[in-house]
């Protein structure tokens, strides 16, 4: 049964850090890109960032450009977003997928992806 399951959302402060998790089960990762998306209430998904199935490419939306970071790693079959200086804007439902893309050099911001977790909830208030 193929699943993504995130992790480590919940309840922080303006200015704060959370770490979010993507961890895959019966499947590797390592041939899929990875997106990051969120949904915050009565509002469209939106995509946040994604990260090539080779790690090396990477891109942002512009609202979390020098604040979010993905990352993966290949021996834990997880993907990463580590979010900083948080803002309550940021207060949505994370989800993250899988893809393959037939370069793996390459990443997308879309809604195209073959495989969802079911969200992790991320409250930024004081």
């Known amino acids: 049964h193929l699943q993504l399951v995130e992790s480590g959302g919940g309840l922080v402060q303006p200015g704060g850090s959370l770490r979010l998790s993507c961890a895959a089960s019966?499947?590797?990762?390592?041939?899929?890109?990875i997106g990051w998306f969120r949904q915050a209430p009565g509002k469209e998904r939106e995509a946040v960032s994604c990260?090539?199935?080779?790690?090396?490419?990477?891109n942002y939306a512009d609202s979390v450009k020098g604040r979010f970071t993905i990352s993966r790693d290949s021996a834990k079959n997880t993907a990463y977003l580590q979010m900083t200086s948080l803002k309550p804007e940021d207060t949505a439902i994370y989800f993250c997928?899988?893809?393959?893309?037939?370069?793996?050099?390459?990443?997308?911001?879309?809604?195209?992806?073959?495989?969802w977790g079911q969200g992790t909830q991320v409250t930024v208030s004081s």
């Open positions: 997928a899988a893809r393959i893309l037939a370069n793996q050099a390459m990443c997308v911001m879309t809604m195209g992806y073959d495989y």
């Open positions: 019966g499947f590797t990762l390592d041939y899929y890109a």
């Open positions: 990260i090539s199935s080779s790690g090396g490419r990477t």
